[in-house]
């Protein structure tokens, strides 16, 4: 009795189709074992680029600060959970990929805020267990996307209008167009999938819509200028809280294109 209890809980977790959330795309058609086949697959770039960028960026990590490749393992993160969701539309796999989404939000306050003094202080040392209070009401998890997600971009907003600086402007202004185009898309999903699947681009849509959902918010190009004004302080598309070893809290670093050369300018 106890046995088939437990079998009765873990497949509403865990069972296929227990996800009551079903995106654009027509289940078990290419394939006998992954539900959304080119919905899961739409996730491999988003698993491979960070990687790569781990890679290529491994002299900054040892240059700047190692903390910077938090940036890329939520967007692994990410790309693994959405693609276990998509494959088995399980209830478990679809709060994962809610979760990761926060954690690249929650990353994205990192760079805006360095000093996280306004998070209340029993939150800092508790992140898996918040993590683990995500799934105990999974329908609180989209409202905190809109909540934290419409913080950042306010920023983004506020500090475009009040920077100074050409280059930061420039990025902030190309994050707020990306981020805009996966909701849009996202939202298009949503309501008219019956067009995007006669066209049949709804695979390239989606995958685009998380690779602009992410990197609207983590922008990680080559050329990026990082600049600590002050304790606490940074203009956008600047990351002081990878600064956390650099002595100058006026200097700024740019990290060179081919990822071998950094210098003070």
């Not at 940036?71 to 796999?93: E, K, M, N, R």
Request: glycine fraction near 10%.
């Amino acid at each position: 009795m106890l046995d088939k209890s437990l079998a009765k809980n873990l497949s509403l977790w865990f069972g296929f189709g227990s996800s009551p959330v079903d995106w654009c795309e027509t289940n078990y058609v290419h394939s006998l074992y992954i539900a959304e086949y080119f919905n899961t697959l739409s996730n491999i770039p988003m698993i491979v680029l960070p990687l790569l960028g781990l890679y290529l960026n491994r002299s900054y990590f040892n240059h700047v600060t190692p903390s910077a490749k938090w940036a890329f393992v939520v967007y692994v993160f990410v790309g693994l959970s959405s693609a276990y969701y998509h494959a088995t539309l399980s209830l478990f796999g679809q709060l994962l990929d809610e979760l990761g989404i926060l954690y690249v939000l929650v990353v994205g306050h990192m760079v805006w805020f360095p000093s996280m003094r306004f998070w209340p202080e029993f939150l800092k040392k508790r992140r898996i267990v918040c993590s683990i209070l995500s799934f105990l009401n999974p329908a609180i998890n989209a409202y905190a996307l809109m909540i934290v997600g419409a913080t950042l971009l306010i920023r983004l907003v506020a500090d475009v209008l009040i920077s100074d600086y050409q280059e930061s402007n420039e990025l902030g202004v190309i994050c707020g167009a990306i981020s805009g185009a996966a909701i849009s898309i996202w939202l298009s999903d949503r309501t008219m999938c019956p067009f995007w699947q006669e066209t049949g681009i709804h695979c390239f849509l989606y995958g685009t819509g998380i690779e602009g959902g992410c990197g609207g918010w983590l922008p990680p190009d080559g050329t990026t200028m990082m600049c600590n004004v002050g304790e606490g302080n940074g203009d956008i598309g600047l990351t002081p809280w990878l600064l956390d070893q650099w002595q100058d809290q006026q200097q700024c670093v740019w990290w060179d294109t081919n990822w071998q050369n950094w210098w003070g300018q």
